[in-house]
């Protein structure tokens, strides 16, 4: 089959002498769909930047269709075919889907002035040949995420993209969202095109990958057929070791109740009751699950938990304090700490170093400052014991967090959340981005907060994730709580499915 894509000998090293790529060897072939996989931190990223033209490597060579290509920009990348759809979606937020599509090769009536009814006839034609459907006339910030990553695919076909490159496409995405986006990731390869599909999902990469190639400390392990490779395969390759998929040991010791929920309403701005009397409780030693397809009210009751939204009516108690509308940081004080599933929008300040990050819910407390002046030794010594324990990594700890990987900086989160001795931890989505290796490192990391003694309230959209960690689930849908599991043990996603469908309640 002919090669789309030939990387050879691709070394990157970055200003601070971190060495992403290390003689990276890689053939793409065309018309299949290929997935790369990896550790953060293993070299996936910058190799698929490097590709666009946002990096130049310092060794090596690319060539495109056979043609040795250097690619100084990304407009030069995608006047060769390229396209790619980056992990945080590149879209203007307050234009509509159309103009988004159009942008920067808008049709014009003599050349001035935008036509906006070529505009609009000029996607509808990609939309009806890519089979690829997304509202023309709404704005960006106004459509769910699944939709926003349709509108950067279109955006790439618009532009002539033979090969798609697509960084982390699911992270943020339901399972329906992703089945959608598979549908049309199997009809854009029958139609022709090249897909390069980066994924820390195994499943996903079995379900949809032709081709895998493994990396790891910047360097390619192995490239294989997927029908060849086990997801254990993959994962061994991956981090060098055995990764466990298996449930995690049974809760020795469950204690007082730490967090209980009464009642529990919230109405949006639109008058629509989004959650309706939600009553559970969660004790110190447990991990409560609560299962659901994402949008059935669970954003809205992890940000009334934590602080970020007001309750319409109930009562939250934590230690038997009602915490409803107390502001975060009281909340925070009686010993909740709250993994936030938009890591970007409520995890951390993107510019602002790795050390500020880490300290930024403590940076006030003794030992952090005093009279109002912070003590950098100390916070650096902090700082560095953290990246150490949960393994994060970064060029230093005076870096921007937005210089890290996606997955990197949600160990800062996880690092910050989980070494703030809660007693009552609200994880949402907490290993949404991480690779493997490191998700069963944030795994053992909650499963000790349980053992010494913490409740954790654990909202997932991955059924496997709930599975392996809860002591209890629950299921939500349409904002109500439909279904208790009391005992998980043997539970399957096939049991959980009607009740997050609304197919069925519980009695």
């Given at each position: 089959m002919a090669i789309a894509i030939s990387l050879r000998d691709i070394v990157k090293v970055y200003p601070n002498g971190v060495v992403a790529n290390k003689k990276v060897n890689l053939d793409i072939e065309e018309k299949t769909i290929h997935a790369i996989v990896g550790e953060n931190g293993a070299g996936k990223s910058t190799l698929m930047k490097i590709i666009f033209g946002v990096e130049m490597p310092q060794e090596g060579e690319i060539y495109v269709k056979g043609k040795k290509v250097t690619f100084k920009t990304p407009m030069e990348a995608i006047k060769s075919g390229i396209g790619m759809v980056h992990q945080h979606l590149m879209l203007a937020e307050d234009l509509t889907v159309v103009e988004n599509l159009t942008l920067g090769i808008e049709p014009r009536k003599f050349k001035i002035f935008l036509d906006k009814k070529e505009m609009n006839n000029l996607a509808k034609k990609y939309i009806e040949k890519y089979k690829i459907e997304v509202p023309l006339e709404k704005k960006i910030k106004e459509l769910p995420i699944g939709l926003k990553q349709r509108v950067e695919i279109l955006k790439a076909l618009l532009r002539n993209a033979d090969i798609l490159i697509l960084d982390e496409p699911t992270a943020v995405l339901t399972p329906q969202e992703t089945e959608v986006l598979f549908k049309s990731l199997k009809e854009l390869k029958e139609q022709g095109k090249t897909i390069i599909f980066i994924s820390h999902k195994l499943k996903e990469v079995k379900e949809i990958a032709d081709k895998v190639t493994i990396m790891r400390d910047g360097k390619v392990i192995a490239t294989d057929d997927a029908s060849n490779l086990s997801e254990h395969d993959i994962a061994r390759l991956m981090v060098g070791r055995e990764v466990s998929f298996e449930r995690i040991e049974e809760s020795r010791h469950i204690g007082n109740v730490a967090l209980k929920v009464e009642n529990l309403s919230y109405f949006n701005r639109e008058k629509i009751q989004v959650l309706k009397n939600i009553n559970f409780e969660v004790?110190?030693?447990?991990?409560?699950?609560?299962?659901?397809?994402?949008?059935?009210?669970?954003?809205?009751?992890?940000?009334?938990?934590?602080?970020?939204?007001?309750?319409?009516?109930?009562?939250?108690?934590?230690?038997?304090?009602?915490?409803?509308?107390?502001?975060?940081?009281?909340?925070?004080?009686?010993?909740?700490?709250?993994?936030?599933?938009?890591?970007?929008?409520?995890?951390?300040?993107?510019?602002?170093?790795?050390?500020?990050?880490?300290?930024?819910?403590?940076?006030?407390?003794?030992?952090?400052?005093?009279?109002?002046?912070?003590?950098?030794?100390?916070?650096?010594?902090?700082?560095?014991?953290?990246?150490?324990?949960?393994?994060?990594?970064?060029?230093?700890?005076?870096?921007?967090?937005?210089?890290?990987?996606?997955?990197?900086?949600?160990?800062?989160?996880?690092?910050?959340?989980?070494?703030?001795?809660?007693?009552?931890?609200?994880?949402?989505?907490?290993?949404?981005?991480?690779?493997?290796?490191?998700?069963?490192?944030?795994?053992?990391f909650i499963k000790d907060a349980r053992d010494s003694g913490c409740a954790v309230l654990l909202v997932s959209a991955d059924l496997d994730e709930i599975l392996k960690l809860s002591t209890r689930i629950l299921v939500i849908y349409n904002g109500e709580i439909v279904k208790s599991f009391d005992k998980v043990e043997g539970l399957t996603g096939v049991d959980l499915g009607p009740y997050m469908l609304g197919l069925k309640r519980g009695e």
């Open positions: 004790r110190e030693g447990e991990i409560v699950g609560i299962a659901g397809v994402e949008g059935n009210g669970q954003t809205e009751l992890v940000e009334i938990l934590t602080g970020l939204r007001e309750a319409s009516s109930g009562a939250v108690y934590v230690l038997g304090q009602n915490i409803v509308n107390k502001s975060v940081r009281e909340i925070r004080e009686m010993g909740v700490s709250h993994i936030p599933e938009d890591r970007m929008k409520n995890g951390v300040a993107d510019k602002a170093k790795v050390k500020e990050n880490l300290i930024s819910d403590r940076y006030y407390k003794n030992n952090f400052s005093k009279m109002g002046i912070l003590n950098y030794e100390y916070i650096d010594g902090a700082s560095n014991e953290l990246v150490k324990r949960f393994n994060i990594l970064a060029p230093s700890i005076e870096a921007p967090v937005n210089a890290l990987s996606g997955g990197n900086i949600q160990k800062v989160v996880v690092a910050r959340e989980l070494s703030s001795n809660p007693k009552v931890i609200i994880a949402s989505q907490p290993v949404r981005g991480i690779d493997v290796g490191s998700e069963e490192l944030v795994h053992n």
